[in-house]
């Protein structure tokens, strides 16, 4: 007899917003009662300066893609108006409320760069990416390291298939992933102070776990410029700061790399940052989490409760301790 055995951070679907329902944006907009805040944002006529995709974006033909219900979780499905507006991006400043500056960032055209530890460097048009690879939708947590978290149909393909699209040669160990730098449209990175451009890494390991995610649409459709369009890292078993935005180069290497918040605050953010309740930031408790969009506050959960796809990455690393987790 087969016996099925359901994860923790598993649910039916009918406990997620229905499909349906959140790409009738008007309708759930209109129950929430968020219909004016829609139509400032954008979100009724589609304009890119708002939240969602213009309809000229040209790859507005392959969203929405078909949900893998493996990823499904047990938390309702954060509101796009709310998931769009409260969000990190400090190339365009440290508030949360980017979204109107992310938009003048230009998604076409858009290179992405492998290079590195590989058989041959090459370049490669985000359009002729997403031809290249299978698109799905993953329902997945998202938790910010500042202790506040949502839940969003992320659309995109597993990290694991640029990484073979690359092919790295045996020699390399990680996978530094850098943003673009443009001063001219993103005023945060006339701040000094920073090491821009915002570069982060996984192990090899890490990169071809199936939990690992590149992002290139939400909520249905393209995503929009706040969410770190056109192509941005999603690895949920960590902080929110790994989840690197607007990805331009792939690089391969044999040696650690110091990622952005390592390299700014190497005693608060470490090379790891992997969800642990039990071990607190320096300045403030991991224990509990903020949703976004209700207020609620939740226990945290140990890898963000993905530890069934990436905990023995981790069983012979018990000797590193707390860095793990910070």
């Not at 992320?154 to 160990?173: E, H, I, Q, Y």
């Not at 470490?270 to 949703?291: D, L």
């Amino acid at each position: 007899m087969l016996i099925r055995r359901v994860p923790g951070w598993a649910l039916p679907e009918a406990a997620a917003t229905p499909e349906a329902v959140y790409l009738d944006r008007r309708n759930l907009l209109g129950a929430m009662g968020l219909g004016a805040l829609a139509f400032g944002l954008g979100l009724g006529s589609g304009s890119r300066s708002g939240l969602a995709a213009t309809a000229a974006d040209p790859s507005a033909g392959l969203y929405p893609a078909a949900r893998n219900e493996k990823f499904t979780v047990a938390r309702p499905i954060t509101d796009e108006a709310t998931a769009g507006t409260y969000n990190n991006f400090y190339e365009f400043g440290s508030q949360k409320e980017i979204w109107r500056a992310a938009a003048k960032l230009p998604l076409r055209p858009w290179t992405v760069h492998l290079d590195g530890l590989v058989e041959a460097p090459r370049e490669i048009g985000i359009d002729d990416l997403l031809k290249a690879m299978q698109l799905e939708e993953r329902v997945i947590r998202h938790r910010c390291v500042e202790a506040w978290s949502m839940t969003v149909p992320w659309t995109g393909f597993p990290l694991k298939d640029l990484v073979a699209l690359a092919k790295p040669l045996s020699s390399a160990k990680y996978v530094r992933f850098e943003t673009f730098q443009d001063d001219t449209v993103a005023s945060g990175q006339l701040q000094s102070w920073y090491p821009w451009p915002y570069v982060e890494a996984l192990t090899m390991a890490e990169a071809t776990n199936e939990l690992a995610f590149m992002v290139t649409g939400a909520y249905g459709k393209p995503a929009a410029p706040q969410f770190g369009a056109p192509l941005r890292l999603h690895t949920p078993w960590k902080y929110g700061f790994k989840s690197i935005k607007s990805v331009v180069r792939l690089t391969f290497t044999e040696e650690r790399p110091v990622s952005f918040w390592e390299k700014t605050g190497p005693d608060e953010y470490g090379f790891w940052a992997n969800v642990n309740p039990e071990v607190p930031h320096p300045r403030w408790s991991q224990a509990t989490e903020r949703v976004l969009g209700t207020g609620e506050r939740v226990p945290t959960a140990l890898f963000n409760g993905y530890g069934a796809f990436v905990a023995d990455l981790y069983k012979d690393m018990d000797g590193v301790g707390k860095k793990l987790w910070m």
